[in-house]
């Protein structure tokens, strides 16, 4: 009797969490395509009119078929509804600031930076579905962010950079011992040395922030320099700190909420002296997301996800409704970093039954696209219904999606990222 009353209530669930996959799935927009791709986004308008940020994710880093559809989708917001800004996740602040004028950081980078940065973001510009991207970017005047912090192959001459311009600046001429202990733990950063202490640890970025309260103008005419001391100690904080943690789900919860907080910060550095900047942010779903509390994590610490402050959330907190997030997924496929590398292997998009992709698929669709708030705004009591979907790396995982993401692009089948030849 107990085991026939666990199977009614574990059908039970299942009929009502396909009940409201349902539901949003009959809400899904056909978008008219032509040779596999989408050519008419003209149904998203009503959506993202008077918006000024479009986060545009991906359900994993690794599907030619997104990337083709995103670089549609950005051409369409930059050409037809004002967007003039491309934010890039995986690309160093400062390397996008020398792309879009900086001369005076000439010396900070390779020569010739300026034609081959591209080459340098990683994962996406070894795929040749993103060909397309890349020639375009190239023949548009727009201007780009790279919201990451510090990349280790550029750091050590920007550090030295640092360096050099607070060896001649007011503050350390005022506070010469503070100066004479930083600089020898400048050394051991760019030196690579993992034997920092914890008092020379917090002595580091302890000054560091008192450079930046100070408020001094170093070698430009705006704040660019305390806002690359604020990447240095997220660099610091990343790479040396010496405390211990008491598991590996605590250190990732602060690598990601220390990554993800500086991104955010980078991007409202640009947006605050670019108020008319329209700006799509180039970014992973999981970055691109709010409120992730609302999912049941997959895996062990089922709770995980609570304890995250991704880029979304910051940014949405910032900005409001000029936000709009965009989540893509899909029913089914193959994923695949554009690697030939035996660590990288081929992943297979599978949705359950009980998923939401299971049931945007039923629906006959190539592309499609679903607005949350508009569900939200009709019928508000189903901010609370939880439903599976793997919109987040293709596990299935439940949660109070529609809280998660403003909008929902989806693509069928997935492809891998084909290596460029």
């Known amino acids: 009797m107990k085991i026939i009353k666990l199977l009614f209530i574990s059908i039970l669930f ?75 996740e995986g690309m160093d602040f400062l390397e996008m600031e020398y792309i879009n ?71 350390t001429n005022s ?13 051991k950063i760019i030196n690579n040395e993992k034997t920092i202490t914890i008092e020379e640890y917090e002595y580091f970025t302890i000054n560091l922030n008192k450079i930046i309260e100070s408020n001094e103008i170093i070698c430009f005419e705006d704040n660019l320099f305390t806002q690359m001391l604020e990447n240095l100690i997220t660099y610091v904080n990343k790479n040396f700190n010496p405390n211990i943690f008491d598991n590996e789900d605590e250190k990732l919860v602060y690598e990601i909420n220390s ?10 550095y640009f947006k605050e002296r670019n108020p008319n900047a329209k700006i799509i942010v180039w970014l992973a779903n999981f970055h691109g997301a709010t409120n992730l509390g609302k999912v049941t994590y997959a895996n062990d610490d089922s709770n995980i996800y609570s304890k995250f402050i991704v880029f979304g959330d910051h940014i949405k907190n910032k ?42 698929n039923k629906q006959k669709c190539n592309f499609g696209f679903i607005d949350f708030n508009e569900i939200l705004k009709n019928n508000p009591k189903k901010v609370d219904e939880k439903f599976n979907s793997i919109m987040l790396g293709h596990v299935s995982q439940k949660g109070k999606w529609l809280k998660v993401f403003d909008g929902l692009l989806y693509i069928k089948e997935s492809e891998i990222a084909l290596p460029k030849d």
Not at 140 to 155: A, H, M, P, R
Not at 259 to 268: P, T, V
């Open 259 to 268: 990554r993800d907080n500086q991104m955010a910060r980078n991007l409202i």
């Open 175 to 187: 506070n010469k011992n503070e100066w004479d202990k930083m600089a020898i733990i400048f050394d």
């Open 101 to 171: 004028g900086r001369s005076v950081l000439k010396n900070n980078f390779i020569e010739n930076y300026e034609n081959e940065w591209y080459s340098n973001w990683n994962p996406w510009n070894k795929a040749k579905q993103m060909i397309p991207f890349e020639q375009f970017i190239k023949s548009k005047q727009i201007s780009l962010v790279g919201i990451e912090s510090y990349k280790y192959f550029s750091t050590l001459i920007n550090i030295g950079f640092i360096k050099n311009e607070l060896e001649k600046s007011n503050w």
């Open 14 to 88: 299942i009929s009502c969490s396909r009940k409201i996959t349902t539901e949003i799935s009959n809400k899904m927009i056909k978008l008219k395509s032509e040779n596999g791709i989408p050519n008419d986004f003209s149904k998203l308008d009503k959506y993202i009119n008077n918006k000024e940020i479009i986060l545009l994710g991906e359900a994993a880093h690794g599907e030619g078929k997104t990337f083709e559809v995103k670089t549609q989708l950005v051409k369409y917001l930059i050409e037809e509804k004002g967007f003039n800004t491309i934010a890039l």
């Open 319 to 360: 900005y409001g409704d000029k936000v709009y997030s965009i989540a893509i997924t899909s029913s089914f496929g193959y994923s695949k970093m554009p690697f030939n590398l035996e660590s990288t292997k081929e992943t297979k998009i599978i949705s359950p039954k009980e998923s939401l992709e299971f049931e945007l």
